[in-house]
């Protein structure tokens, strides 16, 4: 892993979840864990997009990369409540993103910051 501490701002439109892919995979390079990384943090920024306040004429999505030894946390700041932090599915066609993000990460969570929910994983 070749990571530094790094902040992004997300443009809350659709290619969101894509950028934020990039992101991580430019982080950690070469790693094993690419591939887990970059499903949950797509699950995150999407739920994020759908869930959250995050508009494109009002708030973006912040995302944090930070290496923790061996790991990098990944953090998805969203403007919104966190209303839809929920861990089991919510029926057809959707509910299942934090039910993949606890199957391929190591550890994962959530927290108030300023009003705001972050949510974070590690790999």
Known sequence: ?????ARHQLAA???????ARRLVADALGHDDEVAAAQ????E?????LRHGR??????????????????LRVSVLDPGA????????GGAGGGWGLEIVERVVHAWGH???HGRT???FEV
């Open 44 to 48: 995150i920024v999407t739920n994020a």
């Open 111 to 113: 927290d108030r910051e």
């Open 54 to 71: 995050a508009r494109p004429d009002r708030r973006d999505i912040e995302l944090r990369l930070e290496p923790r030894g061996e790991r």
């Open 82 to 89: 966190g209303a839809a932090l929920r861990r089991r599915p």
């Open 1 to 5: 892993m070749h990571a530094t501490m």
């Open 39 to 42: 499903l949950a943090v797509s």
């Open 118 to 120: 972050l949510v974070w």
């Open 13 to 19: 439109t659709p290619d969101a979840p894509a950028r």
